[in-house]
């Protein structure tokens, strides 16, 4: 069985976000389509996005995150989702959304403000602001930063270690308790911003 989810990056990247033109286009010809149509496949992403960032607010197991780089988008609004989240000093993050006629996914929404307050939150998820590792561990936004990729490896491996030897059904099942708390609200901000987010796809004049 699975014990811990574990996501990073490459080559000094963690993620650059969605690829925005594949997933808008989904196979259709967007200057030819009606709007019916293209509301259809908008509706479809939609689901799918729904469905991704749920399976991080229903994971029993915990999830690692290790940023090393540039980290955009959704897989930077996810991490608020994840259980332990570690970086190193060059890693970088942001939420472009507004840049693009897009708005908050991943339930950042409802998260970002708790964790970054409601002036910061307001300039990440509203005016496109970057922000460093630094920033993100003062405000509780990653467990731990690290001088280099080397050193968060070394960390997380024997933090992987140190997890692993403990009780596993007691481990989960407190995990769970903490969890389970706020899935149902999770769950419901998460449709919102997907259903909010078919309205900007669709919103063929801006």
């Not at 976000?17 to 286009?25: A, D, E, Q, R, V």
């Not at 090393?68 to 259980?83: F, K, N, W």
């Not at 840049?99 to 970054?116: M, N, T, V």
Request: glycine share 4%; aromatic share 10%; with cysteine.
């Amino acid at each position: 069985d699975t014990t811990f989810i574990i996501i990073e990056g490459a080559n000094n990247h963690y993620s650059s976000g969605n690829n925005l033109k594949n997933f808008m286009s989904s196979g259709i010809n967007l200057q030819t389509a009606s709007k019916k149509e293209i509301f259809e496949v908008m509706h479809s992403n939609s689901v799918m996005l729904e469905n991704f960032v749920n399976a991080f607010i229903d994971s029993d197991k915990p999830i690692i995150t290790k940023v090393d780089g540039l980290c955009l988008g959704i897989m930077c609004t996810t991490q608020a989702l994840c259980d332990y989240n570690y970086a190193t000093k060059s890693a970088s993050f942001q939420t472009p959304f507004t840049k693009i006629a897009q708005s908050p996914e991943g339930c950042s929404s409802y998260l970002f403000p708790q964790i970054f307050g409601q002036k910061l939150s307001r300039e990440i998820l509203l005016e496109n602001q970057k922000f460093d590792s630094q920033l993100a561990l003062k405000c509780g936004f990653l467990s731990g930063v690290f001088e280099d990729k080397r050193a968060m490896d070394e960390f997380v491996d024997e933090k992987l270690d140190n997890l692993g030897k403990l009780p596993q059904r007691s481990y989960l099942s407190s995990l769970k308790l903490i969890k389970d708390r706020d899935r149902k609200i999770l769950r419901e901000v998460n449709k919102r911003e997907c259903e909010n987010l078919v309205e900007r796809w669709t919103d063929f004049e801006e």
